[in-house]
């Protein structure tokens, strides 16, 4: 049965701090839903109602360019192992750049990852946990070097080439406005 809480609880946070992999879910208002797995110890519990999440330079920018028409965005774990559990943070989001007022203090929340595009910072108003007794049982293994190391590989002035080339807009052709954030 899904149960719905007005916040993180405690025992939420210790189960979201466990996890190696999540999935963020964001949609304009018109063309195709997001839904991307991430992991790479970039997401924080602020308090009961904030998270903030590190998003690294990828293949696309989908979330920014949505979150840039509706500030929503859902989170969402599930248990790989032990007790079945998914769970949804939904709440509104904003995005924060280098070049914001913000961004040095929550990056400093996050061991330096290369390639670090943005932060977003999401106002938790609901909170949702179901059973996920359907979820497989995995065994983690270990993280991946990959993107670290392409992204030390291009430095700073190739991940900004890399954005200019393929990060300005989304698959639905939204801006994503990367270059005038990130100067």
Same mark, same amino acid.
């Given at each position: 049965?899904?149960?719905?809480?007005?916040?993180?609880?405690?025992?939420?946070?210790?189960?979201?701090?466990?996890?190696?992999?999540?999935?963020?879910?964001?949609?304009?208002?018109? $063309? #195709?839903?997001? /839904?991307?797995?991430?992991?790479?110890?970039?997401?924080?519990?602020?308090?009961?109602?904030?998270?903030? *999440? &590190?998003? &690294?330079?990828?293949?696309?920018?989908?979330?920014? !360019?949505? /979150?840039?028409?509706?500030?929503?965005?859902?989170?969402?774990?599930?248990?790989?192992?032990?007790?079945?559990?998914?769970?949804?943070?939904?709440?509104? !989001?904003?995005?924060?750049?280098?070049?914001?007022?913000?961004?040095?203090?929550?990056?400093?929340?996050?061991?330096? /990852?290369?390639?670090? #595009?943005?932060?977003?910072?999401?106002?938790?108003?609901?909170?949702?946990?179901?059973?996920?007794?359907?979820?497989?049982?995995?065994?983690?293994?270990?993280? #991946?070097?990959?993107?670290?190391?392409?992204? #030390?590989?291009?430095?700073?002035?190739?991940?900004?080439?890399? *954005?200019?080339?393929?990060?300005?807009?989304? /698959?639905? $052709?939204?801006?994503?406005?990367?270059?005038?954030?990130?100067?």
């Amino acid at each position: 049965m899904a149960k719905q809480y007005p916040g993180i609880t405690d025992e939420l946070s210790a189960f979201i701090a466990d996890q190696k992999i999540f999935f963020v879910g964001t949609a304009a208002e018109r $063309g #195709r839903v997001n /839904i991307s797995p991430k992991g790479m110890d970039s997401l924080r519990v602020i308090n009961e109602n904030r998270v903030v *999440w &590190l998003n &690294l330079t990828g293949s696309g920018n989908e979330t920014s !360019a949505h /979150i840039q028409q509706i500030n929503r965005m859902t989170i969402m774990f599930c248990s790989f192992s032990g007790k079945p559990v998914i769970l949804r943070l939904y709440g509104g !989001a904003r995005e924060i750049t280098s070049e914001d007022e913000e961004w040095r203090e929550l990056y400093s929340l996050f061991s330096p /990852i290369p390639g670090s #595009r943005q932060i977003f910072d999401i106002d938790v108003d609901l909170v949702q946990t179901s059973c996920g007794m359907g979820v497989p049982l995995f065994d983690y293994s270990d993280d #991946r070097d990959l993107l670290n190391d392409w992204a #030390r590989q291009k430095g700073k002035e190739g991940i900004k080439k890399y *954005w200019e080339e393929n990060n300005q807009l989304s /698959i639905d $052709g939204f801006q994503t406005n990367i270059l005038k954030k990130n100067t």
